[in-house]
């Protein structure tokens, strides 16, 4: 049987991982950072790591990245958000031939709004897959947009193997909204790269106090709270100036701010700032300003904290959990409060040592350490037993009344599809790739260096 021989591949406890989302390089955010060092770690961990996204540009096809990374660009262009257009079926044939190509016997997907995770996930499961969902996201519970990505997630979560939180509030919002059992969902923190993210070798003055923003300026990440932050901070205090790093709708509305209060000298609007340049934008402030309305987890924290700086933030989300309270000072996402805050960050200055604080967060977070722990929740989906489709069907059909019948056509096509997609192409037509040992090539090519020097 097929899943005997993924079982067998997986002994040892050394898994070949596929994971799928939307999100990845060359786009920069939270979701691609995580999946790309979490992939890196697991590699050197000994595991084989296979990454699925779609076609960004003219970035199609197969790449290789650092550390003999395979990234398979499927030819499907983004249709909202960087999502891609949801067709069910259409992305059966090709994940059926990456899976069996690469031999692989866990897919992982990621975000909850990632089309492409959702359907991976889906065929994985009717092909007999195991599979691990982690969600980056909070969402609400009232709004059309939340109802009906909601329902999406259970239905793709009804089958999921285990699933990962970033956070506690994370792991309780995707709970209540998937109906999951709560001993299926894990709680594994995001990390930073220490090594990357390092303070300035000398202590910036204090003469002039330096607030350094930088996110997506969209609703969600409360660019329309900074609009009414900054002008009454400026007010507050005068020898301080802010450093806005990102694009989005929203920076009109900060361009307009201002210009109505003459802060042209005061607020210096960067733009998008690639991810390779974050660093020395961060270390150009004493504080770093997160004025997100709703965060699972924020990576942009924990960059900001290696880089030495001292956090202010909205209370939200998983927000409190990221960091000790000596390290960020939270507030409501309101105006004043928020002002006050930047007031308190200001004067706790002083007793602020940025490189104390990058050791910290060093010692705090790690990626080999969420590399580490994700092992073990693959372990634990290897633990699942094995079920056909007839056992399967109920836990569709638990999703609600309409939905749960409609669920359960979906998959009962789907299977359809995929037993006449092996009889139009067996699994043994598909061509297997062979094995490459990446960490042997530097060792090979320094011998074949050495040999040319002596000739």
């Not at 059309?144 to 239905?155: E, P, R, T, Y």
């Not at 904290?305 to 000072?329: K, N, Q, Y």
Request: charged share 20%.
């Amino acid at each position: 049987m097929a899943y005997e021989s993924r079982d067998k591949m997986s002994q040892k406890g050394k898994h070949r991982i596929l994971m799928v989302s939307d999100f990845f390089y060359p786009n920069f955010g939270g979701v691609e950072n995580h999946i790309y060092y979490l992939s890196q770690c697991l590699i050197k961990l000994g595991h084989t790591v296979v990454v699925m996204t779609h076609a960004y540009g003219n970035r199609s096809g197969v790449r290789y990245m650092t550390g003999g990374l395979k990234v398979y660009y499927v030819p499907w262009k983004p249709f909202l958000m960087q999502n891609t257009l949801p067709t069910f079926y259409g992305t059966l044939p090709i994940v059926r031939t990456i899976l069996i190509r690469e031999r692989i016997s866990l897919i992982h997907g990621h975000q909850a709004f990632s089309t492409l995770c959702h359907e991976a996930l889906m065929h994985a499961r009717t092909m007999g897959y195991k599979v691990v969902f982690t969600d980056h996201s909070l969402y609400g519970f009232a709004d059309v947009g939340s109802i009906h990505m909601n329902k999406v997630l259970q239905f793709t979560l009804a089958d999921v193997s285990q699933a990962i939180c970033v956070s506690h509030t994370s792991k309780e919002n995707t709970v209540l909204r998937s109906g999951l059992p709560p001993e299926r969902v894990f709680v594994i923190p995001n990390a930073v790269d220490t090594a990357m993210f390092k303070p300035a070798r000398e202590r910036l003055s204090s003469s002039e106090i330096v607030i350094v923003v930088i996110s997506r300026l969209v609703y969600r990440k409360g660019a329309d709270l900074l609009v009414e932050v900054i002008p009454e901070v400026c007010a507050l205090h005068p020898n301080v100036r802010f450093i806005i790093g990102g694009d989005g709708p929203k920076r009109v509305r900060l361009e307009e701010m201002r210009e109505k209060h003459s802060l042209q000298d005061r607020v210096d609007m960067l733009g998008a700032v690639p991810h390779a340049k974050v660093q020395s934008v961060l270390v150009s402030g004493h504080i770093f300003l997160n004025s997100s309305l709703t965060e699972a987890f924020c990576i942009a924290i924990l960059e900001a904290a290696s880089c030495g700086l001292l956090t202010v933030s909205t209370r939200v989300g998983g927000v409190p959990e990221v960091l000790p309270d000596d390290m960020i000072v939270l507030a409501k996402p309101d105006p004043s409060d928020m002002a006050q805050a930047i007031t308190k960050a200001i004067h706790l200055l002083p007793q602020i040592d940025p490189q104390a604080m990058h050791c910290r967060v060093k010692k705090l977070y790690s990626w080999y350490d969420v590399a580490k722990r994700t092992e073990i929740v693959y372990d634990r989906a290897f633990s699942c037993s094995n079920q056909n489709l007839v056992e399967r069907l109920p836990r569709y059909l638990s999703c609600g009344a309409w939905a749960g019948k409609l669920f359960c056509l979906v998959m009962i096509i789907d299977f359809l599809l995929w037993h006449l997609l092996q009889m139009w192409k067996p699994d043994k037509e598909i061509e297997v790739v062979p094995e490459i040992d990446f960490t042997s090539r530097p060792s090979e090519e320094a011998a074949w260096d050495s040999s040319t020097d002596e000739s």
